[in-house]
């Protein structure tokens, strides 16, 4: 692995720290003082975050520190007790779900959720609903605007998994391919909704070191030639620093530090949420 050269951050109004070629840019995600509560219970309390047009970020905590419910509320499958959630400096309180992806918010999960009975090309297509321009009656009928539609969604399924050297596995069944395949088909399902920003909740769950290696050179790409912002949830700490430009942990559904990945790797309090108190041998 090449080593990796850290990014330089700077301040924005906002105070939030994005990548310096980001600075003209407006933030594509900000989080305000967000929160949430079950019965009482502050899961994620005043989470404050931003992040740049293009910039690779993470969120890593230990089990339970409230990370997955981040993304819930950032994609809607949680309405917030409190704080604002700004996409593109759109505030998207009220929305839901299928609206926040309409806006560009795509995210994938920690067990991979792909339709195993269909094929790879199906599953992309998917993911291309927000930008197929047909009704129900056209489909059924088999009108010309349908088949132009098919065409153009078929064409561009296949242009999205050649990226990823799958395009040779449009007609496979997804319940066929092997697991590393499995996590890019979801990847790339995400990607099919145009998305601004992309959610990665542990896309190396599971994989080896060489499909970990691959993965990390599949984000790059995704971010270089989608020109997209991508965050992501992640316990393999190799990929954390060795990607992210910018890291947030998370403990007890707060925020403990924010920074580069050289300034998690040696904050304190971050080795104590991760390690816990080291007390020193007796001799």
Known sequence: ????????????????????????????????????????????EEFNIGIGATEIAGLIGPNGAGKTTIFNLLTKVYQPTHGMILLDGKDTAGMNTTQVNKEGIARTFQNIRLFDKLTVEE?????????????????????????????????????????????????????????????????????ATEPKLLLLDEPAAGMNPAETEELMNNIKKIRDEFQIAIMLIEHDMNLVMGICESIAVLNFGKVIAKGTPSEIQNNPQVIEAYLGSRKEEKA
């Not at 990823?164 to 890019?184: H, I, K, N």
Request: glycine letters at 4%.
């Open 1 to 44: 692995m090449t080593e990796k050269k850290e990014t330089k951050l700077v301040s924005v109004p906002s105070t939030t720290m994005i990548p310096e070629r980001d600075i003209n840019k407006p933030l594509v995600l900000e989080a305000i003082h967000l929160g949430i509560e079950f019965g009482g219970l502050k899961a994620v």
């Open 123 to 191: 599953n992309v297509k998917v993911g291309l609903h927000n930008h197929i321009n047909y009704h129900v009656p056209a489909s059924i009928l088999r009108t010309p605007k349908y088949w132009k539609e098919e065409k153009k969604a078929h064409m561009r399924a296949l242009e999205l998994l050649d990226i990823f050297d799958m395009a040779d596995m449009a007609d496979v069944p997804a319940a066929s391919l092997p697991y590393g395949a499995q996590r890019r088909l979801e990847i790339v399902r995400a990607l």
